[in-house]
């Protein structure tokens, strides 16, 4: 999103970070399977020298919503002797403490991920027991709206003989 990219590069000149990569994702962060993430890995990988790194985003939900892998990919950074920082959610974890803020951060975001998904199946459940077909029309049907503002799926021809 160009607002957080703006947020980050402005955190950076302010806090006089140098900045060496952006890396712009329009993938989910339910996993680390995303191709940015995987050119940000790579170079990390490859400069890993004596260096120390920091990977910069918002919040920790643009990291990882799920905590496992969270959890095994700041331990892969860390090998590479990198670290990852969320500017509005700031910790330090050379404090033994901000682990547990950490494992709210990283919790809080998988949990509204899986209550969104059972809202999902909830309601999409209900509406076929309530005769309504909330997918895709079946081949040889098409979906239309009828003139009363109804979702109907009627017989699309020749498909539906």
Known sequence: MPE??????????????????VYREDFSAKNFNRPEWKKLIATIKKKSSGDENNILFVKWDRFSRNI????????????????????????????????VMLAVYLSVPEAENTRRALN????????????????KAPLGYIN????DGKKIIPPRQPEAG
Do not use: H, W
């Not at 957080?4 to 990569?21: M, S």
């Open 68 to 99: 496992q892998y969270a959890y095994e990919m700041i331990g892969i950074l860390r090998k590479c002797n990198t670290s990852t920082m969320a500017i509005d959610q700031p910790i330090d974890l050379t404090i033994p403490e901000s682990s």
């Open 4 to 21: 957080q990219e703006d947020r980050l590069l402005k955190y950076c000149e302010f806090n006089d970070i140098n900045v060496k990569g």
């Open 144 to 147: 239309l709206t009828g003139l």
């Open 120 to 135: 999902t199946a909830n309601g999409i459940r209900r509406a076929k027991q309530m005769g309504r077909y909330p997918n």
